[in-house]
């Protein structure tokens, strides 16, 4: 997903290649954004800052796989989280020509301190206001970040520690 821009889907071209479906989660603590930076060990946008991100992947639904990568990625399990939000969903461009389908999500969480696994070397939580200033961010984070941020605050609850998917 390197590259990436918005296309309005009227604008998209007839010979437009679509990449692939993914999911893509804004994780705030204390009102700061979370920032990931990708390990070299990740076939895409190593050494670059990041949301979590994850391949929308079987049958799973995309809520449902955007709380299994925070998971994964952070350890952070939807019990950890005081807000969920599902976000907008984004048609994004790289820079060949093709679409990726990005279902937005925002999360909220009290911990501070998160266990990364191999796909990120280091977090920073980052004001918003920081955000642009910050060196080394994949290009397409910004419409990320301005389409799950303008969605409003972040609705208590919303997430169903039930989900066995997302527990383990």
Known sequence: MNELYVRAPAQR???TVERGTVVAVVLIWRGRIGLFKRSCQVGHDAGLWHCI?????GENSTQVQALR?????TGLSVAELTGFRIGPVLDLEDA????WRVHTFRAETERRRLRLNWEHDA???????????FDGKVPWLRHVLSAVLASGPTRVGHA?????????
């Open 69 to 73: 990568e925070l998971f994964e990625e």
């Open 96 to 99: 060949r020509g093709g679409v």
């Open 13 to 15: 071209a007839l010979q």
């Open 123 to 133: 977090y920073r939580w980052v004001r918003p206001r920081f955000v642009d200033r």
């Open 53 to 57: 991100t994850g391949f929308a992947e």
């Open 160 to 168: 169903h520690p039930s989900d066995a998917a997302t527990r383990r």
